[in-house]
Every structure is written in structure tokens, then in C-alpha cells.
């Protein structure tokens, strides 16, 4: 089997089982969405859904929110972890918005990064999501997934982002970040996964993952 066939193949799996998968994370717009990706990172993004609500009731746009003090988004935020950090960077970028872009969210992954707190991780999902620009958005849970199926050599995110985007058809990155992680969740978790039963896993995991 070829490598693109494999490819295609694990494509077919994922489409089989999260024929349409939605965005996770809860938001209305690109401000929103930017937001609740920052503080995803090293959370799950159930407990962004259930901090989101709060933190959006009192601010869903930048004008609101740098009315609020950095104490007071952290406050609400605590919950999601590393709040001290993601306070700053809800506010900074709130801040450079309204300076910068008439409180808009840019539409350049350059301009994106350049904000406090925003990545590149970040910044793929708001321009591929909001903005439906073509980008393949790789957390550590699709790092480890495409490491375990033998689509990247596991050595960096950066490594797996330029591997997949190269393996997958530009068309599809969009839905197949999404059912990544959707599948990995449910069929191949990092912890009390047995490999027999994935319906990936069983056909492409490496093979000196699997003692």
C-alpha cells in the first residue's frame, strides 16, 4: 500500500465516523472565537464551553472588554488554567484590536501572531474557521495521533503540521483537523487505548507502539 493510499484510507475512516464535525469550541464570531482558542491551551475545551459564557456575558467584543481590570478577566478565566498569562493576553490583544483594527480581528496569520497570547496553533484555527482560509491547525492531541498512524515522525508540531498539510488535500484540511480530533477522543485516546479495537490504529499503528 502506498503511502497516499494509507492516506486516503485513514480519510475514509474519519469521514465514516464524524461525517460532519462542528467547531468545539462555543463562539459567534472571530473576536469570540479567538478568545476561547487562547484559553484552550493545556484545557479541555469543555471547561472553555462552561468559562466562555461568563466571561462573554460580561464581554464579547474588545470595547467591553478592556472595561474590565486584567484581575477581573483572570478571575473568571481560572478555571481554564493558566490564567495569570491568558488574562494579559485577553486584554493586550483587546487593546490592539481597538488601536490597531477598529476592533476587528485581522485576517493575516502575521498580523494574528503578533498579538499577545496568540500562536500559531491559534491563529490556524481563527483563519481557517472564521475566515476560511486554508490551514491545518495541529494541537499536541493531532501531534500524537499522526505520530501513532505513521503520517508524521513525531520530532515537532511544526514537523507534523508541514507533513500533513503535505499528505492531505488542501481541500479537506479544514474537516479533517476536526475529525482528528473528534476520532481521537472517542476511538484513540493517549491513556487506556487498546489499539485492537481503533478502527485506525488496528489497521496503521506503528509498529513499536504496539507492545
Known sequence: MTKAEKVNDILSILEKYFPNPEVPLHHKDPYTLLIAVLLSAQCTDERVNKTTPLLFKRADNPYDMVKMSVEEIREIIKPCGLSP????????????????????????????????????????????????????PVDTHIHRLAYRWGLSTGKSVEQTEHDLKRLI?????????????YFGRTYCPARGHVWTECPICSKYMRKELRD
Not at 488535500?169 to 480530533?181: G, N, R, S, T
Open 85 to 136: 498569562m491568558k488574562s494579559k493576553g485577553i486584554y493586550g490583544l483587546s487593546k490592539i484590536l481597538i488601536e490597531k483594527y477598529n476592533g476587528e480581528v485581522p485576517r493575516t496569520f502575521e498580523e494574528l501572531e503578533a498579538l499577545p497570547a496568540v500562536g500559531h496553533k491559534t491563529a490556524s484555527v481563527v483563519m481557517t474557521q472564521s475566515f476560511g482560509f486554508p490551514a491545518f
Open 169 to 181: 488535500p488542501e481541500a479537506k484540511w479544514d474537516k479533517a483537523h476536526l475529525q482528528i480530533i
